[in-house]
């Protein structure tokens, strides 16, 4: 016999088992780095990614062919000299490694290094690269972001921020940079100028930024319930991403080439696409955990969209998977 508790109990379950990803199979996946990775980047085209892995250095891979194209060094001779973070300009012209001190440009074409830097003053907490190489973005735990010009050396420091910064992100050709700190504010900014285009505040340090390549949406999202789509061209709020718990933390950030979706990983495994009109999430699941760890698990390092209907990953179990989507 039902009760008002036993429906009560039903519907709750019902709703908790609604918010939880899809224990969805990958459609093909393929191991980039054995016993895990360290970082990742997938281009925005989801032809290429770049992995740092524990046993192997730097990797670039073509995704097409599931083929090694180059190995990288980076000085990976002690913990403190591991690459943790990677970025590929939008036309897959160049990729950009770093690890804490030290920062290098990679030639995607010839697999030839461009250039090799160094910071003293303080960490390195992200970066980004613009097309051809022609610009880099260096966000600093010492709340500096460096515009630099490989070129001619130009140098521009952005000092907006008054705490460390978190995330970083450029447009494809270097003008309009985006960085988020833990003074809970979140800048777009012109490069050539250093000036402040929009100001973004939320309400805990701004854990994440994006930049839509095409010039249409910039993303923001903080520690605890803020995730914002913001329209690029005006400074308007777009919509806020809708979820039940607590709190979201996203590793990774893409928009879809026809600007109609939102691809998210998480370090909890969760790869989300939402709709950027209403900030609703539109399907969800999680990638393969490392099993060796205990609990097994993984973080979404970089995602994006293969087409209108597949999305590749890789995570920080060391796997790339191919992922059918179901909105």
């Not at 879809?256 to 609703?280: F, H, M, N, Q």
Request: overall charge neutral.
């Amino acid at each position: 016999m039902f009760t008002i508790r036993t429906l009560k109990t039903l519907f709750l379950l019902t709703l908790l088992s609604a918010c939880q990803p899809s224990e969805q199979v990958p459609e093909q996946q393929w191991r980039h780095a054995i016993e895990g990775a360290y970082a990742a980047n997938i281009s925005n085209d989801g032809k290429y990614s770049v992995v740092s892995s524990i046993h192997h250095g730097v990797s670039l891979w073509d995704l097409d062919k599931n083929a090694l194209k180059y190995s990288w060094s980076q000085q990976q001779n002690s913990t403190d000299n591991l690459v943790l973070l990677a970025d590929i300009a939008d036309n897959n012209s160049h990729a950009l490694i770093a690890n804490r001190n030290d920062f290098s440009l990679w030639n995607i074409d010839n697999g030839k290094s461009e250039g090799f830097w160094s910071i003293s003053e303080s960490n390195i907490r992200d970066i980004a690269v613009a097309n051809n190489g022609n610009y880099l973005l260096v966000g600093q735990s010492n709340g500096k972001v460096v515009h630099i010009t490989p070129d001619n050396g130009r140098r521009l420091e952005f000092l907006g921020h008054q705490e460390k910064i978190n995330a970083v992100d450029i447009m494809p050709n270097g003008r309009v940079a985006i960085s988020g700190s833990n003074d809970f504010v979140a800048y777009v900014w012109d490069t050539q100028s250093g000036q402040v285009i929009y100001r973004f505040n939320h309400p805990s340090r701004v854990t994440m930024v994006a930049l839509d390549p095409k010039g249409r949406y910039a993303f923001t999202a903080d520690s605890k319930k803020s995730a914002n789509i913001w329209n690029l061209k005006t400074g308007k709020l777009v919509s806020q991403l809708k979820y039940f718990n607590r709190q979201e933390v996203f590793s990774t950030v893409r928009f879809s080439p026809d600007g109609t979706t939102l691809l998210t990983g998480a370090p909890s495994r969760k790869v989300s696409i939402w709709a950027i009109s209403t900030g609703e999430r539109l399907t969800s699941w999680r990638v393969t955990p490392r099993e060796d760890i205990r609990p097994a698990g993984a973080v979404v390092y970089s995602a994006a969209f293969r087409d209108n209907e597949r999305v590749i990953t890789e995570s920080s179990s060391g796997y790339a998977e191919l992922w059918q989507v179901n909105k």
